[in-house]
């Protein structure tokens, strides 16, 4: 029977003093919420179901295009226990292993996951529960141990006695596994009658060992797998931890950084052997990054295809590619499908939107290229503009193999480029230029001789 994963997420988040829901906060380029559901994914769950309620159509929309995740709202927030109950209303019950998760604890192993359902269904527990040992357990669910050592009872920290809040250390990471078809049957026995009168999911524990029910406890040792995201400093704390362990996984299987504090990569990235990430770099979203390149410094890749040996300097690449031995940099900008061929060059101070550049050539400074078709070995000179927005409509250039745009060339677009064709410096051109021909539009130039002389001697005599 396949697993549902409940990922809870309905909650507030006060003391994150935002205007969002807490589970939408970026942990590195993703919201919280979808680590959760990005672990509960990779341990081959068969359902995922995010319980929602503050912010939830914020929460929804992040998912739209995603088949996989349904979302059950819980209108009233009365608890955890609530919540799971709401669930499985929503579903009519439930069967097959049941993985609770919490919305806010993004750092969750999936191996983590599967080895708690594993247990569970091992022993055929009706709940095992996972437990941690934090140096801080303030805030915590206790858990409470029978004379033999079993987990007797979670108590809340605020239900809790004084003796028990100082020496039950052991705490619940609220990431269990249930028994679906026992869950179903029991999760009405909750009750509400505690110091925060709310239904707790963790009295399944205490109810489940009354009735004589399979009950166990997995300790997790590295706690930090477990830290909860109740501020923005505890969102600062784990976004470090997964840093961490994204970058100590990279450079394993051989990728360098100089300094991995200063590079930043999302959850989705791939980057390939032999490619160094200098400082201040951010690779997010589905970028994919080849071999022996050097990105960065102060470079940000975003949904990029980088191919092998290419160099990204001080550059921005956002939804766009660049294929093998491709240079860029430093200071250039591409986005909105913009597609560099092998070989070929993204100089300083330029932008490419929507442009498509050949094998070869080059746009090496100041130019501003917008959907544009550029063949292959053609030279940009500097500051070359196409002028490719007549305040309506987004016009095409096209540029032809081995064509040479002079220096500070206006290309007003919709035109084209032939092959081999050259414009002069500084010309306007707005008529499509044929192959091989020259294009140059600009006033006569004139030479006044020794007009600096005379200049000088005039303005020297008004001084005097
Ligand atoms: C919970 C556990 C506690 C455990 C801790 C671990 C309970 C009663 N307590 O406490 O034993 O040590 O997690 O981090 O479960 N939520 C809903 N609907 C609700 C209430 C909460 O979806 O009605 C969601 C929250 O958004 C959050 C998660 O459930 O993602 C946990 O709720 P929270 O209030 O943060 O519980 P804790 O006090 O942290
Ligand atoms: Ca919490």
Known sequence: MGVTAIVLAAGEGTRMKSRHPKVMHRLLDRPLVWWAVNSARKADVERIVVVVGNG???????????????????????????????VRDALGGFSGPVVVLSGDSPLVRPETISSLVEQTKAAHNACTVL??????????????????????????????????????????????????????????????????????????????????????????????????????????????????????????????????????????????????????????????????CVIGPNSRLENARVGNGCTVDETIIVDSQIDDDVCCGPRAYLRGNTHFLKGSKAGTHVELKNSTVGEGSKVPHLSYIGDTTMGAHVNIGGGSITCNYDGVNKNKTTIGDGAFVGSDTMMVAPVNIGAGAITGASSCITRDVPAEALAIERSDMHIVEGYAQRRRARLEKGNK
């Not at 739209?64 to 927030?77: G, I, K, L, N, S």
């Not at 100082?166 to 909750?190: P, Q």
């Not at 963790?202 to 009735?211: A, H």
């Not at 990569?265 to 690779?283: M, N, S």
């Open 56 to 86: 939830a159509d914020e929460v929804r929309s992040y998912f739209a295009d995603d088949a996989d995740v349904e979302f059950v709202e819980q209108t009233e927030r009365l608890g955890t226990g609530h919540a799971v109950r709401v």
């Open 131 to 292: 437990t941690m040992t934090p140096p801080d357990v303030c805030g915590y669910g206790r858990v409470k141990m029978d004379a033999a050592g079993k987990v007797a009872a979670i108590v809340e920290h605020k239900d809790c006695t004084d003796e028990e809040r100082a020496t039950l250390l052991e705490c619940n990471s609220g990431v269990y596994c249930f028994c679906g078809g026992r869950l179903s049957e029991n999760i009405d026995k909750i009750g509400c009658d505690n110091a925060q009168g709310e239904y707790y999911l963790t009295d399944m524990v205490g109810i489940y060992v009354g009735m004589g029910e399979p009950v166990a406890s997995v300790h997790c040792d590295d706690y930090a797998e477990l830290l909860g995201v109740n501020s923005r400093i505890q969102l600062a704390e784990a976004t470090k931890v997964m840093q961490r362990r994204i970058n100590e996984r990279l450079m394993a299987e051989g990728v360098s950084m100089l300094d991995p504090d200063q590079v930043w990569v999302g959850a989705e990235a791939t980057i390939g052997r032999d490619t160094t990430l200098l400082p201040q770099t951010f690779v997010w979203g589905k970028t994919v990054v080849g071999d022996d």
